[in-house]
């Protein structure tokens, strides 16, 4: 049996002298954000205990994260993988389970108190949801949660006393700007970007760039996927809509300006023309610490920002002609219904071919707009309507790229 069983995951306080310190559960471990959660975790042993670790197919990262950390329990979500992850962790009294329903169930268990939710793309919905209904904090790092069903999402935040607590370096700058303020007194919240590796070239140029090409993120080291979304700039357009549900700000006041450097993360405009940002080195074990911190200063050793080294900071309006991508945040807000969530399904599918160099960077959007324009609308869709959709849109663009 590799399903979840809530009592394999009630001693955490008696197990690892976790009393006084949070018990986080991270979910989507062995990846980018993951690792830099276990950082954090490691650099504050006083402070947080990793009390579960949840992986997608990376069984050997696991394997070795939860032997250095000793949480709990181990999930994988690739159900062929369960017994290479019992047999290694068993013998040290770890718990183990397998797939995806192990991991929603996991979500409701009594031994840990926040989530980090640090997995990529839709996959994180359903947890999150489950989590947020057993009244967890949530750190948020997946922004496709808020995409595809951002008023769900909000719906189930208002109905618990789970606390939402953005991860994503842009947001959880403009939660430090809101911080004391009266959201009605903001003008415009301004998310910055870096422009991504393609910010200087040319509608021609873009026509002949390669994934070794996008992978070549200028500022942030980040995982694949959300490295070519940086490239698309449809990272931004997620991040306009993951703004519009954090802070219940309407689409009309949410806007993104390029910034190179990468050192202001955001911004607030206010209406009496005050301007708050938030600037710091480009890491995300900043805003992690700010998240699990519970919205508090923890201190560090980490070289901090030095603003004496940075000869310029500059800023110039997104290029939508050349990357189209950005358009789709606002146009996701203003049609609502599932089309975020056919733009989110779309995307996942195409990225995932062009990294397998199926299909050309610019087929990318080409193919999110052919999936807007074939799938059908459901103007207030249930969670099962937004399942069903993005399964239907994948097929679809699947479809289009492998040609079945």
Known sequence: MNGFDSSNCSNIIDNNSGEGRKRVAVLGSTGSIGTQTLDVIREYPEKFVPAMLVAGTKVDTLIQQALKFRPEVAIIADESLYWKLKDALEPFGIKTAAGQDAINDAMEADCF????????GYSGLAPTLRA???GKDIALANKETLVVAGELVAEALGRSKS????????????????VGEDVAKVKQLIITASGGPFRKKSAVELESVTMKDALKHPNWSMGAKITIDSATMINKAFEIIEARWLFGVEKERITALVHPQSIIHSMVEFVDGAVKAQLGVPDMRLPIRYALGDATRLQTSDSPLTLEKMASLTFERPDEERFPGIKLGHY????GGTTACVINAANEVAVAAFLREKIRFKDIYNFITKALG????????TLDDYVALNAET????????YGF
């Open 113 to 120: 108190d926040t989530v980090v939710t640090a997995t990529v």
């Open 132 to 134: 947020i209904n057993a």
């Open 163 to 178: 606390r939402m607590l953005p991860v994503d370096s842009e947001h959880s700058a403009i939660y430090q700007c809101l």
């Open 332 to 335: 996701a807000l203003e049609k």
């Open 374 to 381: 074939a799938m059908p609308f459901v103007a207030g869709p």
């Open 394 to 401: 994948r097929r679809f663009v699947e479809s289009l790229v």
